[in-house]
């Protein structure tokens, strides 16, 4: 049971180019996200997918985009990376209703020069 | 709107004595609220929630939490310090309606146990 998987696990890019973090889940939850993570700001919600087939912005949605490819994948896009995108990205997963814990991959660092 | 805060970016403590890491919140109706931690390198693991009942809640690793309302407040507690639970600690709380799919967090406080 590997819970939350995310690759890769490391990436840098230049600015300009584009990218698509990948996540997995084997769980069998409904709901999916995908947060940023920098110094001093704690985690920002960039993309959630409440159920297969939706896909709602976040806090911070501007620069990216997201597919949910079925119930176990959710990926994250950056069309046109820009440095200001340089982070640390988790995704996590949910069971149904706001009582549910989410679990969190081990994230995918990303430098953007 | 639902926020949660963690008033101190840092706390040090000595092994062996007891630790608090501090979590206030400001939501609409009862709350539910969330712990969590993180590790070097590795994503926030779930430690405990407060959904509705007992004020002092138990979960993973020997951490409690008290939840009081009156001072809407929800502390991370642990009788005694280890040196492996120096690590980034997060309290979080849902949103509701369209909003509960999203977890606010707050900016996290770094646990250092001193040897």
């Given amino acids: 049971n590997a819970g939350v998987t995310q690759t890769p696990k490391f ?19 409904n709901s999916m996200y995908w947060y940023r993570q920098d110094p001093g700001m704690g985690l920002r919600l960039i993309y959630y997918s409440a159920s297969e087939g939706t896909t709602d912005k976040g ?55 | ?17 007891p630790l608090t890491v501090k979590c206030t919140y400001s ?17 926030l693991q779930f430690l405990l929630k407060y959904i509705t009942g007992d004020n002092l809640v138990k979960g993973s690793y020997g951490f409690e939490a008290e939840f009081n309302k009156s001072q809407t407040s929800f502390h991370l507690k642990k009788p005694s310090a280890l040196v492996s639970d120096s ?3 997060f309290c979080a709380a849902p949103g509701y309606g369209a909003g509960s799919y999203q977890l606010t967090f707050g900016k996290g406080t770094k646990l250092s146990v001193i040897p």
């Fill in chain 1, 11 to 29: 990436q840098v890019l230049k600015t300009g180019q584009s990218m698509t973090l990948q996540c997995a889940q084997d769980m069998n939850h």
């Fill in chain 1, 59 to 113: 806090e911070v949605p501007n620069g990216y985009n997201v597919s949910r490819l079925n119930k176990r994948e959710f990926s994250l896009r950056l069309e046109s990376a820009a440095p200001s995108q340089t982070s640390v990205y988790f995704c996590a997963s949910r069971y149904e209703g706001a009582h549910q814990p989410q679990h969190f991959g081990d994230g995918t660092r990303l430098s953007i020069l």
């Fill in chain 2, 1 to 17: 709107a639902q926020s949660v805060a963690q008033p101190e970016d840092q706390v040090n403590v000595a092994e062996g004595n």
């Fill in chain 2, 27 to 43: 939501v609409s109706g009862n709350p539910y609220l969330f712990w969590y931690v993180q590790y070097p390198n590795r994503g």
């Fill in chain 2, 87 to 89: 690590a980034l600690y």
